[in-house]
């Protein structure tokens, strides 16, 4: 508790720099990153960070100081022509996107690494602490970096800010923004521009191997919580500037941790917990969701089947064996039961000696069931003609989904049929 009381007094000027840095740059990456994400570019950003090292290698060599903006102006430069490569190497040969972006990136970052290996042996004493763009290093950042952070994250928020509608409508629908008048390639040049800034400030913080996470893990990570571009980008912000705020707290308390992995652990995490437990769209819940409305099927088959036995014998409240259960619809035996026992908990059957029987509830809802299904098989054959041997199955799979207002559309429309197409009674709502 006091190394965090500590850390968040802010009272050492180097966790300020480390922790609004790395904020800064998590925001920046991620709301950017949502961009190319919607657009299936995600891997376009890993070539960004992997070409930005050639960049920072010659504005070095060209300066002799590690300026950070100087290497952030050399960095923006390589990255900016790996994009132009890969468009070039698409567009004029018949090798594919993804085996262009493989190209781009593994020759870049090979480029990169000679220069880098150059420097380290050319002697220059400046030249230490170079290599750390490789894998970043948040804990060095400085001052000067923190300025240089704050102005590109500004830069790329009120771009983002000022072209949200037009970088929203080419995400989506480019061929609609193209129609009504939009300079597709002017927007999407600037929407590159700020992508390239957007990585290359997070490169001295998790380095070129990491850096593509950082933009495109917020954004696959929000994407699981909604479907409205605005939120996900406030989500994927969100998930950054924690992110930055963990890996900078558990660098401090251990320092033997770097941050920038630990970053990307934290994002890790939260994609995780996303992917399996997002409302609505987590593989957790959408199987639990599944699970339920296969319960849901099996209860209301069963109740149909009950309520067709009482149409055969003329008592819907008589107790029926397993046996006349079976005859009516195929269960399996652990079906058969699950499904009794839960139709026992929910008050719509008893069981007594190995029979069971409907309760007053069990009856409604059995009846509500088959009346739709035979809504539902009279409307096949009176609308679309499909002839009368062929709709069971049909409505054995719409029945369960029609809500009241359709069953009451349905009965107008079909002008409140008695009967269903094969005769049988269409039971009353009472």
């Keep these: 508790m006091e190394t965090l009381i ?34 299936k570019k995600s891997l376009v950003g890993d070539v960004i960070s992997h070409a930005v090292l050639p960049g920072i290698c010659i504005a070095f060599m060209a300066s002799g100081s590690k300026d950070p903006f100087l290497l952030i102006i050399g960095a923006f430069i390589s990255g900016w022509i790996s994009i132009l490569v890969m468009d070039a190497i698409t567009q004029n040969t018949k090798i594919k996107e993804d085996a262009a972006t493989g190209l781009s990136l593994s020759v870049f970052f090979g480029i990169g690494i000679l220069l880098m290996t150059y420097i380290q042996h050319s002697g220059n004493a400046s030249q230490s602490g170079l290599d750390t763009f490789l894998f970043g290093k948040a804990a060095a950042l400085v001052g000067k970096d923190l300025m240089a952070f704050s102005l590109i994250a500004v830069i790329v928020l009120i771009t983002v800010f000022l072209f949200y509608k037009e970088f929203k409508l080419i995400s989506f629908d480019p061929q609609f923004a193209r129609v009504i008048g939009l300079p597709i390639k002017r927007l999407e040049t600037i929407l590159t521009s700020i992508t390239v800034l957007a990585v290359v400030t997070g490169i001295q913080a998790v380095g070129v191997v990491l850096m593509a996470a950082m933009l495109i893990t917020p954004a696959a990570a929000a994407r699981f919580w909604t479907n409205r571009l605005s939120r996900m980008i406030l989500l994927a912000s969100i998930f950054g500037a924690f992110s930055g705020i963990s890996g900078a707290y558990i660098s401090y308390s251990a320092p033997s941790m770097p941050t920038g992995p630990w970053m990307v652990m934290i994002l890790s995490i939260i994609a995780l917990i996303s992917f399996f437990f997002a409302p609505g769209k987590g593989i957790v819940i959408r199987q639990w969701r599944r699970f339920s409305i296969q319960r849901q099927l099996l209860e209301e088959n069963l109740l149909k089947a009950f309520y067709r036995i009482g149409e055969n014998s003329g008592d819907h409240f008589s107790h029926v064996a397993i046996d006349d259960i079976q005859l009516i619809r195929n269960f399996s035996p652990a079906q058969l039961a699950k499904g009794l026992r839960k139709l026992r908990v929910n008050g719509y059957v008893q069981g007594d000696n190995g029979t069971w029987h409907l309760t007053n509830e069990g009856f409604e809802k059995g009846k509500r069931i088959t009346r739709l299904h035979r809504l539902w098989e009279l409307y096949l054959t009176k609308y679309l003609r499909i002839a009368p041997d062929h709709v069971h199955e049909d409505a054995d799979t719409i029945e369960h989904v029609i809500t009241p207002e359709l069953e009451a559309r349905l009965e107008k429309l079909l002008e409140y049929p008695t009967a269903d197409p094969h005769s049988s009674d269409i039971p009353r709502n009472n």
């Design 6 to 39: 500590e850390f968040f007094s802010f009272k050492y000027p180097n966790i300020k720099y480390v922790v609004f840095g790395t904020i800064l740059l998590s925001i920046s990456s991620a709301v950017v990153g949502c961009f190319t994400f919607i657009k």
